[in-house]
T-cell receptor, first 114, second 114 residues
Framework: AQSVTQPDIHITVSEGASLELRCNYS??????LFWYVQSPGQGLQLLLK??????LVQGIKGFEAEFKRSQSSFNLRKPSVHWSDAAEYFC????????????FGTGTSLTVIP | KAGVTQTPRYLIKTRGQQVTLSCSPI?????VSWYQQTPGQGLQFLFE???????NKGNFPGRFSGRQFSNSRSEMNVSTLELGDSALYLC?????????????FGPGTRLTVL
């Protein structure tokens, strides 16, 4: 069965520090991978996506993610966190054979300390 | 270009009632997907519509239904409401259906069932 795991429910980092949010997936084939961010009271905003090609993808707001097939992971990184990055982050996966629907992880809540 | 709009933003209903939520996609987008977001279950796919046809459906009971109109606007209906239906319902639109198109999410409708 398909599954997405975000092991960290909550992460706290200091402003200016680096950030890595973990995402692991279970799929039978190479999935399509996404990271979304949700601010309080807002919908989801796409940060970046991976379909194929270069395994290191760049997104908006200075985020990047690396697809590692051997580890079934798609971790999100940012070298220097800003206070405005405080939000909920969701990893999502999908594949054509699942009927083109997304499966989301349970999310990681990020707190940024000044 | 206006984003995805969802109405109403907040809704309070009682058990046994039915509810209809509306989603207006971004102009030019013909695919609309619906998701349910709860603290316990996270984000779960409900269904996807394209050209007035349901393309894909998640694992929800038949009380959850939807439709899409010729102008791409979509509605979802939940009949015989249960307490567990309290959630944030998110609508997402894309130019193309499925994962090929980037999904843009609306702010959601917060449904509370008493």
């Amino acid at each position: 069965a398909q599954s997405v795991t975000q092991p960290d429910i909550h992460i706290t980092v200091s402003e200016g520090a680096s950030l890595e949010l973990r995402c692991n997936y279970s799929y039978g084939a190479t999935p399509y991978l996404f990271w979304y961010v949700q601010s309080p009271g807002q919908g989801l905003q796409l940060l970046l996506k991976y379909f194929s090609g270069d395994t290191l993808v760049q997104g908006i707001k200075g985020f990047e993610a690396e697809f590692k097939r051997s580890q079934s992971s798609f971790n999100l990184r940012k070298p220097s966190v800003h206070w405005s990055d405080a939000a909920e982050y969701f990893c999502a996966v999908g594949a054509m054979y699942t009927g083109n629907q997304f499966y989301f992880g349970t999310g990681t809540s990020l707190t940024v300390i000044p | 270009k206006a984003g995805v709009t969802q109405t109403p933003r907040y809704l309070i209903k009682t058990r046994g009632q039915q509810v209809t939520l509306s989603c207006s996609p971004i102009s030019g987008h013909r695919s609309v997907s619906w998701y349910q977001q709860t603290p316990g279950q996270g984000l779960q796919f409900l269904f996807e519509y394209f050209s007035e046809t349901q393309r894909n459906k998640g694992n929800f009971p038949g009380r959850f239904s939807g439709r899409q109109f010729s102008n791409s606007r979509s509605e979802m209906n939940v009949s015989t409401l249960e307490l567990g239906d309290s959630a944030l319902y998110l609508c997402a639109s894309s130019v193309r259906p499925g994962l090929a198109g980037e999904q843009f999410f609306g702010p959601g409708t917060r449904l509370t069932v008493l």
